[in-house]
């Protein structure tokens, strides 16, 4: 069963207006070396974590509300694709255009950045790499070094920290999903400690 996680950072996002290409938002959505407090441990996304990562298919939303229907969406960054995603040193950055003329949620939010209400953005992903600094400590840290798939992105309304946070919306299952992580690291390296006894006893033998 695949693991969900979110993460979210302070962000400069611009609202802009042209006659070739309507109005669009331009933000950066993953951000690479920045700390961010997940209660039980520091997490970082390391350089090149997005190196393999399945970005096929990205929806753009609103608080991580699933409920709501996408304001954008990348297609392999295709000509259908009403977002498009490129990834660069610093990490991911996004352009979206958006039909504020159709949809009003679409309105609001572009309306929220041009005025600097919304200046926060999550990503929901699946990581399946990564390196434990100090499991032994009362607050180890993880670095994340490579991300199976991005699932969403989303302009968020309360980050909690400047750079780097969790989203207050996700604050609860992401604190737990880090707990969980933790546990598992370190049962894992418990259990790789037990092995190691095992061997060395045998040896004696």
């Known amino acids: 069963m695949e693991s969900k996680e979110i993460r979210s950072f302070e962000f400069d996002i611009n609202a802009t207006e042209s006659a070739e290409r309507g109005k669009y938002i331009e933000g950066r959505a993953i951000v690479y070396n920045q700390r961010t407090n997940l209660g039980w441990y520091d997490e970082i996304i390391a350089p090149d974590a997005l190196k393999d990562t399945d970005l096929r298919d990205v929806r753009l939303l ?48 572009y309306s929220a950045i041009e005025r600097g209400d919304i200046t926060g953005m999550s990503f929901m992903f699946q990581a399946d790499g ?19 798939r991005v699932f969403e992105v989303s302009a968020v309304t309360f980050p909690a920290y400047a750079q780097t946070s969790i989203t207050a919306r996700g604050l609860a299952e992401s604190l737990e999903s880090g707990k969980a992580s933790l546990e598992s690291a370190r049962a894992a390296k418990r259990e790789d400690e037990r092995r190691r006894r095992l061997i060395k006893l045998l040896m004696e033998v």
């Open 130 to 148: 990564d390196r434990w600094e100090d499991l032994d400590s009362e607050k180890p840290t993880r670095h994340i070094t490579s991300i199976a």
């Open 62 to 109: 609103v608080n991580h509300d699933t409920n709501m229907i996408p304001l954008a969406r990348s297609r392999n960054n295709n000509a259908n694709s009403t977002m498009f995603l490129e990834v660069v040193p610093e990490g991911m950055d996004i352009s979206v255009w958006l039909d504020t003329e159709k949809n009003a949620d679409a309105s609001a939010l």
